[in-house]
Nanobody
């Protein structure tokens, strides 16, 4: 089970830090990804981090603005989002899976969490 948090309303150019807290399992050997879904659109991968923190990747749309990180001692993965744009608005989800392929987690397991809502608007 995992719970996303940290979303909110922010002006363009602002920052947010999302958290994904995972319970019921250890994450030390798990690759983890972030997704987002804008209203009326499909869910899209945003970033992925492997368990060794050796492979980290981002979608082109967020490259240079978002940073994924993890704290295995807290079973938590973070997504620092800077220079936010209105097109970054949506519901953000994390997911545990088998491995990262580029910026997308593959072999997801478990249900989607409730997500955390991000709204970038002036």
């Amino acid at each position: 089970q995992h719970v996303e948090s940290g979303g909110g309303l922010v002006q363009p150019g602002g920052s947010l830090r999302l958290s994904c807290s995972i319970s019921g399992q250890t994450i030390e050997k798990s690759d983890i990804g972030w997704f987002r879904q804008a209203p009326g659109k499909g869910r899209e991968a945003v970033s992925c981090i492997d368990w060794r923190v050796a492979r980290i990747a981002y979608a082109d749309s967020v490259m240079g603005r978002f940073t994924i990180s993890r704290d295995d001692s807290k079973s938590t993965v973070y997504l620092q989002m800077n220079s936010l744009k209105p097109e970054d608005s949506g519901t953000y989800y994390c997911s545990i899976g088998d491995y990262c392929v580029g910026y997308e987690i593959r072999g997801r397991f478990g249900d989607w969490g409730q997500g955390t809502q991000v709204t970038v608007s002036s």
